[in-house]
């Protein structure tokens, strides 16, 4: 079945940086890649997604980009802002076969 | 947009009574909905796939027994923790697929905690 790695696990930056997550999947029939923001004692919010026939997507200050030949996707956020903190989680699924990665908690220091 | 609703946000029981969760697509219809466990500083796993009309699909390592399981219309499943113990304390998350290839919706969660 598919497998989803993502690092890293914790990131800490500074308020107006940028923050990068990445994954990996391992089944290339894979077509859907969600990225999820969960914030403490809330279920995961969808905040951007990407399909197989898709490199980049861009959503204001957040992009994320897919590369089907080395099978990883990666999460940017630009201009980080405190209330970027949270646990970032992405995933990757065919058809109803959804699988996510471990998730990456960010900080945004003010 | 599509919005689930989970309910109750937070619950507790003592120690072999059962606990209903219930999971609503408000909105609009949800054939297949899956129920999630969340431990602390944890990913999602995967607990179950439930469809509409059927008999949900466990994954590997959960007592179907135990994690009762009803989607018994196109907007409503429930999960029912039977004879509860502490270890079945978590954080439990259900979300609906969309179809199409259009995702999941997530629930807002339900915090369990057995005493």
């Known amino acids: 079945g598919e497998n989803v790695e993502q690092h890293p696990s914790t990131l800490s930056v500074q308020e107006g940086d940028s923050a990068v997550i990445k994954c990996t999947y391992s089944d290339s029939a894979s077509n859907y890649f969600p990225w999820y923001k969960q914030e403490l004692g809330k279920g995961p919010q969808l905040i951007i997604d990407i399909r197989s026939n898709v490199g980049e997507k861009k959503d204001q200050r957040i992009a994320v980009t897919l590369n089907k030949t080395a099978k990883h996707f990666s999460l940017h956020i630009t201009e980080t802002q405190p209330e970027d903190s949270a646990v970032y989680f992405c995933?990757?699924?065919?058809?109803?076969?959804?699988?996510f990665g471990a998730g990456t908690r960010l900080t945004v220091k003010p | 947009g599509a919005v689930v609703s989970q309910h109750p946000s937070w619950v507790i029981c003592k120690s072999g009574t059962s606990v209903k969760i219930e999971c609503r697509s408000l909105d609009f219809q949800a054939t297949t909905m899956f129920w999630y466990r969340q431990f602390p500083k944890q990913s999602l796993m995967l607990m179950a796939t439930s469809n509409e009309g059927s008999k949900a699909t466990y994954e590997q390592g959960v007592e179907k027994d135990k994690f009762l399981i009803n989607h018994a219309s196109l907007t409503l499943s429930t999960l029912t923790v039977t004879s509860a113990h502490p270890e079945d304390s978590s954080f439990y998350i259900c979300?609906?697929?969309?179809?199409?290839?259009?995702?999941?919706?997530f629930g807002s969660g339900t915090r369990l905690t057995v005493v």
């Open positions: 995933a990757a699924s065919i058809g109803n076969d959804m699988r």
């Open positions: 979300s609906a697929s969309l179809g199409g290839g259009y995702g999941y919706t």
